[in-house]
């Protein structure tokens, strides 16, 4: 049974910056691509940001305008998701996601289960 652990979430005002973690237990997790998936408050599952199993290569969103790096420690089965200049609407629950293909969407043609989220609020 996969089991994937975000945290690092919480309450930041605009501007802030939030450094979240995926921790995966997951055999053989340096043969994953992984993925950050967000939902906001009244919408659906939109795609943030994914990365090759290697850690090399990152594809992200549009919207994020270059605030947000994905990252992976391989060694420690993790990921991270580093976000700065944090806009209300990044306020979300944050999941992180394995998957077997290597894409700049969401959903990948296949992917694994994810956890309870890292919920992120951005108010004054």
């Known amino acids: 049974q996969a089991q994937l652990v975000e945290s690092g979430g919480g309450l930041v005002q605009p501007g802030g910056s939030l450094r979240l973690s995926c921790a995966a237990s997951i055999p053989t997790f340096n043969k994953y691509y992984m993925y950050w998936v967000r939902q906001a408050p009244g919408k659906g599952l939109e795609w943030v940001a994914s990365i090759n199993d290697a850690g090399g290569r990152t594809y992200y969103s549009d919207s994020l305008e270059g605030r947000f790096t994905i990252s992976r420690d391989n060694a420690a089965n993790r990921i991270f998701l580093q976000m700065n200049g944090l806009k209300p609407d990044d306020t979300a629950v944050y999941y992180c996601?394995?998957?077997?293909?290597?894409?700049?969407?969401?959903?990948?043609?296949?992917?694994?289960?994810w956890g309870q989220g890292a919920r992120v609020t951005v108010s004054s």
């Open positions: 996601v394995a998957a077997t293909d290597f894409v700049r969407t969401w959903p990948p043609p296949a992917f694994g289960s």
